[in-house]
């Protein structure tokens, strides 16, 4: 890792971003900020590429 002034580390370069084990959330948060959004393109967008839960969202 590389380190600015001994203190912040910054992934290697050539990282995935974002972090593979994080890459479940960031797909949730697509879903959630579409569905806040009120577009209903990317409501469109998303869910032509989302695979649909088996249980409905609990809010």
Same mark, same amino acid.
């Given at each position: 890792m590389i380190t600015i002034g001994g203190t912040m580390p910054?992934?290697?370069? +050539?990282?995935?971003r974002p972090p593979p084990a994080s890459a479940p959330y960031y797909a949730e948060m697509r879903l959630d900020d579409a569905?806040?959004? +009120?577009?209903?393109r990317r409501l469109a967008r998303i869910y032509g590429t989302?695979?649909?839960?088996?249980e409905r969202r609990r809010l």
């Open positions: 910054l992934p290697e370069t +050539g990282a995935p569905w806040y959004s +009120g577009d209903r989302h695979p649909r839960p088996a």
